[in-house]
């Protein structure tokens, strides 16, 4: 099956995987792999109209990667993940959100 899109991991996101312990790491990028193939709202959800979270959870904890979608180019689209956390209310933190969408507005900013 083919990936609806591609993603861009940030640094942050990038440094916060290696720091996992490596089964929660592997698990984390098979379901955004597997969120890639079927756009499953359970794996990928739409929190505002600019953010997104890839959605795992793993014995209990709940972890979410933040993302935005960059459709500037016609050819490729593209998903940018700006930075995660392990969620420890049900809710999403509004301050969370919040800096999901000043990184994207840098990202945009700075391209």
Known sequence: ???HF???LSDEVD???KELDEKIREK???NIDKARQ??????FKKLTLEIWEFRTQYQSKQYRL??????TDNKNTLVVTTHAFIKKTQKTPKSEIEKAM???EMYYKNR
Do not use: C, G
């Open 1 to 3: 099956m083919l990936a």
């Open 6 to 8: 591609k993603i861009l």
């Open 15 to 17: 440094k916060f995987l």
């Open 28 to 30: 984390i990028i098979y």
């Open 38 to 43: 079927t756009l499953n709202p359970k794996l």
């Open 66 to 71: 933040f993302a935005f979608w960059d459709k």
């Open 102 to 104: 000043a990184i994207r």
